[in-house]
Nanobody, 119 residues
Framework: QVQLVASGGGLVQAGDSLRLSCVAS????????RGWFRQAPGKEREFVAR????????TYADSVKGRFTISRDNAGSTVYLQMNNLNPADTAVYSC????????????WGQGTQVTVSS
């Protein structure tokens, strides 16, 4: 059974940093692109960042470029989202996902972790 477990959220002040982690287990192999998404109250889920398995460049939503960095550990099972210079607009539930590089959809989704940024 595939599981993606996100952690690292919390309550911080504007300008602070957080690092989210997403640990994957049970996947057929590690050759999956990994993504982060977020959903704020009353809004639809939106894309945040994607890291291909193939070694391609990560992609980011315009709203987080230059502030957020997605990375993966050497084993490939854990993906991180380093979030710097947070602002209240970043408040949301952040979820991680995994999917094959050649597909734009994600086969596996994890539960979210709450990030709250106070002004």
């Amino acid at each position: 059974q595939v599981q993606l477990v996100a952690s690292g959220g919390g309550l911080v002040q504007a300008g602070d940093s957080l690092r989210l982690s997403c640990v994957a287990s049970g996947m057929p192999d590690e050759k999956y692109a990994r993504g982060w998404f977020r959903q704020a109250p009353g809004k639809e889920r939106e894309f945040v960042a994607r890291l291909p398995w193939s070694g391609g460049m990560p992609t980011y939503a315009d709203s987080v470029k230059g502030r957020f960095t997605i990375s993966r550990d050497n084993a490939g099972s854990t993906v991180y989202l380093q979030m710097n210079n947070l602002n209240p607009a970043d408040t949301a539930v952040y979820s991680c996902a995994a999917g094959r590089d050649y597909l734009r959809t994600y086969a596996y989704w994890g539960q979210g972790t709450q990030v709250t940024v106070s002004s």
